[in-house]
Antibody, heavy 121, light 111 residues
Framework: EVQLLESGGGLVQPGGSLRLSCAAS????????MSWVRQAPGKGLEWVSA????????YHADSVKGRFTISRDNSKNTLYLQMNSLRAEDTAVYYC??????????????WGQGTLVTVSS | QSVLTQPPSASGTPGQRVTISCSGS????????VNWYQQLPGTAPKLLIY???QRPSGVPDRFSGSKSGTSASLAISGLQSEDEADYYC????????????FGGGTKLTVL
């Protein structure tokens, strides 16, 4: 059974940093692209970042480029999102999601339960 | 403002057929496949349709997807009360070194 378990969310001040983790199990982690998608309170889904399966190509939304970095450790079956220079508009539930293939970032066939990040003073 | 355009709301009565549209451009829907997600209240999104018209295992065949040019549609036939949810379309966009774009979402109400 595929499981994705996010952690690392919480309350952080504007300008601060946070690192999200997503522990994956139930599939060959290195064979699939992984993504982070966020959802601000009462708003729609916004794709944040993606990383390919084994060669590590990364992609980031313009809204987070230069501030957020996605990475993965295939030896630990874990996905990360390093978030720096956080802003109030980054407040959202952050979902970890599995791609349906090694490069697929828009077809996300499994999602975690999400972790809430609140940026406020 | 989302890159993919969806109607904010849709509604239907039990048993009816409803469709939700998703409009994009040549850099996203026009050149890549479309995926649809269903988000029930208080839960994580779930992949409903992938590669324009394919259903993952377990998704009822009441749900179907189609694509033509730079637009796509999700159809739900035999509407049921448990279909009340938010629906999102998504696609890869080839512009700006590549990224994923979502529609703004459509809230489906079963009357």
């Amino acid at each position: 059974e595929v499981q994705l378990l996010e952690s690392g969310g919480g309350l952080v001040q504007p300008g601060g940093s946070l690192r999200l983790s997503c522990a994956a199990s139930g599939f060959t982690f290195s064979s699939y692209a992984m993504s982070w998608v966020r959802q601000a309170p009462g708003k729609g889904l916004e794709w944040v970042s993606a990383v390919s399966g084994s060669d590590g190509w990364t992609y980031h939304a313009d809204s987070v480029k230069g501030r957020f970095t996605i990475s993965r450790d295939n030896s630990k079956n874990t996905l990360y999102l390093q978030m720096n220079s956080l802003r109030a508009e980054d407040t959202a539930v952050y979902y970890c999601a599995k791609g349906s293939s090694v490069y697929s970032s828009s077809s996300l066939n499994y999602w975690g339960q999400g972790t809430l990040v609140t940026v406020s003073s | 403002q989302s890159v993919l355009t969806q109607p904010p709301s849709a509604s239907g009565t039990p048993g009816q057929r409803v469709t939700i549209s998703c409009s994009g451009s040549s850099s996203n829907i026009g050149s890549n496949t479309v995926n649809w997600y269903q988000q029930l209240p208080g839960t994580a999104p779930k992949l409903l349709i992938y590669n324009n018209n394919q259903r993952p295992s377990g998704v009822p065949d009441r749900f179907s997807g189609s694509k033509s040019g730079t637009s796509a549609s999700l159809a739900i036939s035999g509407l049921q009360s448990e279909d009340e949810a938010d629906y999102y379309c998504a696609a890869w966009d080839d512009s700006l070194n590549g990224h994923v774009v979502f529609g703004g979402g459509t809230k489906l109400t079963v009357l």
